[in-house]
């Protein structure tokens, strides 16, 4: 009888240890949180758990290169700036449409589809996308890295950012320091991106100011760019000025690897492309672009104003960049004054 009783006894205690055993599994498993597009480890052992739900913030990037990264970066670092950090305050949604338009929109969709409490565009039209997919749930839109706000139609609604507007007059005079005798300044351009055929109208508008005629190529695709830097080579430009195009700057390298051989210098837009091997550029920095565009969302997500009560910014101040390499390979002689002045990259 005692051996019977025993052996209840037994059974009993242990299966109320198999299922606190199983329940604290459970308990592991609910408390666990997936690791966002940024790669965030999870937190370490004894320190405080991230709240479950957090808001998504949901980040639509038209493509990767250089500046669009440098902006994401940025922007990452204006949240953290203003006291925002990823894993306890918000949850993060990066996405990259690969600078297929088709893509763009549906990450926009996938963002509204998961109620994200605010959707970020990196360039026009990722902008575009991201605003056309928010705005029948009212969802607040940030942009940066968008040249033409209002051509865009992102000056009015639950939509504010920041412009990259192209400083065009001081990349005239930089092209006109560092090779007097020019004339003929080759473009290339993509015709569905409104920030670059805003910049066109800008260049055709200042460019005979300063003794030059612009012989600007349209194209349609990435694949078309390099047809277009023949053309232009063929034109006899006496050099290339790079916009902010994402279709363009996409294959930077293969534009220089034919501008090189020929002997014809090319102008980046920002540093990130003087870095990759343009002569210079009078240009952004796209990572403090970045960190404005972050330290205004911060404001929207806290609730402390909305996108309507705070109109987009342009940045102002631009610097002047160079790569002394790339000029000595081109024997093009930097000049005193922009030595003392300009940002070697190289």
Known sequence: MK?????????????????????????????????????????????????????????????????????????????????????MDFELDYQNAGFDDSIDSQIAQRFSDENAAMMVGIATPSAVACYN????????????????????????????????????????????????DADTIGIIYTTSESNSLYSIEVYNQMAGDYGFTIDAVAVTSQAEVTQAVDKLLADKVDCLSNLTDNNVVGVLPAILEKTDEAGVPVYGSEVEQVKLGCVAGAGLDYVKLGIQTGEMAAKVFKGETTCADLPYEVIQNYDLYVNSTALAALNIELPVELASTAVEVS
Do not use: W
């Not at 205690?13 to 599994?25: F, G």
């Not at 639509?60 to 990823?86: P, V």
């Not at 940066?144 to 005239?172: C, F, I, R, Y």
């Open 3 to 87: 051996n019977h009783l025993f052996k209840k006894l037994s059974a009993a205690v242990l299966a109320l240890s198999l299922a606190a055993a199983l329940t604290a599994c459970g308990s592991s498993g609910a408390t666990s949180t997936a690791s966002s597009a940024s790669g965030s480890a999870a937190a370490s052992s004894g320190a405080a758990s991230a709240p479950q739900d957090l808001p998504i913030i949901g980040i639509a990037q038209y493509g990767e290169h250089g500046s669009l990264d440098n902006c994401r970066t940025g922007f990452l670092q204006g949240l953290e700036n203003a006291g925002l950090k990823e894993g």
């Open 133 to 180: 997919a928010a705005e029948e749930k009212d969802i607040p839109v940030i942009f940066t890295a968008v040249t033409d706000p209002v051509g865009a139609k992102l000056d009015s609604g639950n939509v504010t950012g920041t412009s990259d507007m192209l400083p065009v007059e001081g990349q005239l005079k930089l092209i006109r320091q560092l090779q007097p």
